[in-house]
C-alpha cells in the first residue's frame, strides 16, 4: 500500500507492537540495547542500518558515534 500512495494503510499494517521488536529506537542507551537484543541472536552476524531520507552527513555520523558500543 505504501508504494500505491495509501500511506496510512500501510503504516496500521504494522502494528507499534511489531515495530517495537523489529526497530531500534529511542535515548543512545536505550538504542544501544536494542542493538543488542539482535546481536544476541545465534547466526547474526551484521546488522543492517539506515537514515531517512534527507539525513546529512554530519547527522549519520553523530548517530552512529552515539550508537557505538561502549
Same mark, same amino acid.
Given at each position: 500500500? #505504501?508504494?500505491?500512495? @495509501?500511506? +496510512? $494503510? /500501510?503504516? $496500521? /499494517?504494522? &502494528? @507499534? %507492537?511489531?515495530?517495537?521488536?523489529?526497530?531500534? #529506537?529511542?535515548? &543512545? +542507551?536505550?538504542? =544501544? /540495547?536494542?542493538?543488542?537484543?539482535?546481536?544476541?541472536?545465534?547466526?547474526? %552476524? $551484521?546488522?543492517?542500518?539506515?537514515? &531517512? =531520507?534527507?539525513?546529512?552527513?554530519? +547527522?549519520? +555520523?553523530?548517530?552512529?558515534? $552515539?550508537? /557505538?558500543? %561502549?
Amino acid at each position: 500500500n #505504501w508504494q500505491d500512495g @495509501d500511506r +496510512e $494503510a /500501510a503504516m $496500521a /499494517a504494522f &502494528p @507499534d %507492537e511489531l515495530l517495537e521488536q523489529l526497530a531500534v #529506537w529511542g535515548t &543512545p +542507551e536505550t538504542a =544501544r /540495547a536494542h542493538f543488542e537484543r539482535f546481536t544476541d541472536i545465534e547466526g547474526v %552476524e $551484521a546488522i543492517s542500518v539506515s537514515f &531517512p =531520507r534527507g539525513a546529512d552527513l554530519t +547527522e549519520i +555520523e553523530s548517530t552512529m558515534r $552515539a550508537l /557505538a558500543p %561502549e
